[in-house]
């Protein structure tokens, strides 16, 4: 069954560093657009980042103020997400997504427009 799997997730300390991976199992991630969304304890899920197959364009959301880099790796089939200097507000479940269809100019951060879902993993924050 084809699938996205998240991992990477873990409990690092104010100030640490994450890198979150995506990889597709019998999914190949290099004719999808990919994004990254999170989802903290009782709030509504939010787009991180997201980048384009074939151009690979990013796009992040606003908050993200150069703390987030996403990045492909086509060789291993994976999406990353480095998180640097981690706070506790960052602290979420996190998912990747996966958009078919023609390459955006821009992708989106908006979670319905993604049509597969990985499981999540859980990043928390906290000294």
């Known amino acids: 069954q084809a699938q996205l799997v998240e991992s990477g997730g873990g409990l690092v300390q104010p100030g640490g560093s994450l890198r979150l991976a995506c990889s597709g199992s019998?999914?190949?991630?290099?004719?999808?657009?990919i994004g990254w969304f999170r989802q903290a304890p009782e709030k509504v899920r939010e787009g991180v980042s997201c980048?384009?197959?074939?151009?690979?364009?990013?796009n992040y959301a606003a908050f993200t103020e150069g703390r987030f880099t996403i990045s492909r790796d086509v060789a291993k089939n994976t999406v990353f997400l480095e998180i640097d200097r981690l706070s506790p507000e960052d602290t979420a479940v996190y998912y990747c997504?996966?958009?078919?269809?023609?390459?955006?100019?821009?992708?989106?951060?908006?979670?319905?427009?993604?049509?597969?879902w990985g499981q999540g993993t859980q990043v928390t924050v906290s000294a």
């Open positions: 997504a996966a958009l078919g269809g023609e390459v955006p100019a821009i992708c989106s951060l908006r979670d319905g427009q993604y049509h597969w």
């Open positions: 019998g999914f190949n991630l290099d004719y999808f657009t």
């Open positions: 980048i384009t197959y074939r151009t690979f364009i990013t």
